[in-house]
T-cell receptor
Framework: RKEVEQDPGPFNVPEGATVAFNCTYS??????FFWYRQDCRKEPKLLMS???SGNEDGRFTAQLNRASQYISLLIRDSKLSDSATYLC??????????????FGTGTRLTIIP | DTEVTQTPKHLVMGMTNKKSLKCEQH?????MYWYKQKAKKPPELMFV???????INESVPSRFSPECPNSSLLNLHLHALQPEDSALYLC???????????FGPGTRLTVL
């Protein structure tokens, strides 16, 4: 089983729609969780951290379910600029300087006008 | 401003060449990282430096040699690379007591 699993997509979604991505991780001792986005031929950029209580940033909502080892990302009112690859990222390190970010394979999202 | 810079942006080298990649950040971050990313794949961790000391080496071949001369600078020295080492090399840094990593734009390396 892969350490971090995502549906690779592609997801082709009309502008204005709501889209949700899911991710599962295998290591129950994982400490922290993130969603990054990566545009073609660019570096990953932090989209948001994911907390057990759930967190929201504008049109984006992230949820973590530790019991099921499951992370989700919801994008509402999608924009053309949301087209990118979304990477689910899990930190399996235990302390500072020992972080090991493990990336999912990414989910490719294309917003259609 | 969360900025990590990397030079050069692009590098083409032969298998017998020696070259170096450079990464710099002036945000006071005390952990720095090297990742390798092949096309259509996620980044893979290579090395972690914490307080200028190597803390993680993910069994990277010795033809890749990292160096952290000071808290702002991270180098990756390359020697006798293979064509399969062609990839995007990403540097990242993270602040103390925060495990969020910020990535530089990467160096796109081609080995002929």
């Amino acid at each position: 089983r892969k350490e971090v699993e995502q549906d690779p997509g592609p997801f082709n979604v009309p502008e204005g729609a709501t889209v949700a991505f899911n991710c599962t991780y295998s290591n129950s001792a994982s400490q922290s969780f993130f969603w990054y986005r990566q545009d073609c031929r660019k570096e990953p950029k932090l989209l948001m951290s994911v907390y057990s209580s759930g967190n929201e940033d504008g049109r984006f909502t992230a949820q973590l379910n530790r019991a099921s080892q499951y992370i989700s990302l919801l994008i509402r009112d999608s924009k053309l600029s949301d087209s990118a690859t979304y990477l689910c990222v899990v930190n399996m390190g235990t302390n500072f300087g020992n972080e090991k970010l493990t990336f999912g394979t990414g989910t490719r999202l294309t917003i259609i006008p | 401003d969360t900025e990590v810079t990397q030079t050069p942006k692009h590098l083409v080298m032969g298998m017998t060449n020696k070259k170096s990649l450079k990464c710099e950040q002036h945000m006071g971050h005390r952990a720095m990282y090297w990742y390798k990313q092949k096309a259509k794949k996620p980044p893979e961790l290579m090395f972690v430096y914490s307080y200028e000391k190597l803390s993680i080496n993910e069994s990277v071949p010795s033809r890749f040699s990292p160096e952290c001369p000071n808290s702002s600078l991270l180098n990756l020295h390359l020697h006798a690379l293979q064509p399969e080492d062609s990839a995007l090399y990403l540097c990242a840094s993270s602040p103390i007591l925060e495990n969020t990593q910020y990535f530089g734009p990467g160096t796109r390396l081609t080995v002929l």
